[in-house]
């Protein structure tokens, strides 16, 4: 069973279709813990880690094989916990990374400023020394938008400003809830989004392969 850990309910449905459509026999769970997103927005990442491998040690116990991290704030905290608790622990947006990693300019695009640094961290890790020139773009109001449950208005904001890429090679939509504005920006650009590679990689971890 591959558990998710979300710090959106919005993300269930989503991670349910990709499923429906990519993975039809995979067994899912989802967990839904909006408050560890408040609390690292508000105090920094690692004041929920033990919350994080609190919540993830239970999911083992109810019998996980892999856990997936859907949030980017906090899916750093929750890869670490992997080897603590012997199964795989993986964050959503690693696979994206890595793809953005190789090229050369890279736009980060988000809508929560605790989102930019980690992001932009991981396709430094994933670069693995390459020359990467990361440039980070904060949507402003999107997140608003969000939280007040306007998913056009937050979609289109952000595909608004997939759309003005400057000099960059490929775009990188931050936080899983943004991967449909991909399909109504008009980007001359790749423009990556994480829920599919993500999915697909925790699928292959709970499997084993």
Not at 56 to 82: K, M
Not at 103 to 115: E, F, N
Request: glycine letters at 8%.
């Amino acid at each position: 069973m591959l558990v998710l850990l979300h710090t959106s309910a919005v993300h269930v449905p989503v991670f349910d279709a990709l499923r429906d459509r990519d993975h039809p026999s995979l067994s899912l769970r989802h967990l839904v813990h909006d408050e560890l997103l408040a609390r690292a927005v508000r105090d920094g990442p690692e004041a929920v880690a033990p919350a994080v491998e609190d919540v993830l040690a239970g999911a083992v116990a109810d019998g996980a094989s892999a856990v997936l991290c859907t949030c980017s704030t906090i899916g750093g905290v929750a890869e670490a916990c992997g080897p603590r608790l012997g199964v795989p622990v993986l964050r959503v947006d690693r696979p994206m990374a890595a793809a953005a990693a190789r090229h050369r300019r890279v736009l980060v695009v988000a809508a929560l400023h605790s989102t930019l640094e980690p992001t932009a961290a991981l396709i430094r890790e994933e670069a693995a020394g390459r020359d990467v020139e990361l440039t980070t773009r904060l949507v402003d109001g999107a997140w608003e938008r969000f939280q007040a449950g306007d998913r056009d208005g937050y979609l289109d904001a952000v595909a608004a400003a997939v759309e003005d890429v400057g000099g960059s090679d490929v775009v990188v939509l931050a936080q899983a809830s943004m991967a449909d504005a991909a399909d109504r920006a008009d980007s001359r650009v790749p423009v990556l989004s994480s829920p599919r590679p993500g999915l697909r990689a925790a699928a292959a971890a709970a499997a084993g392969t």
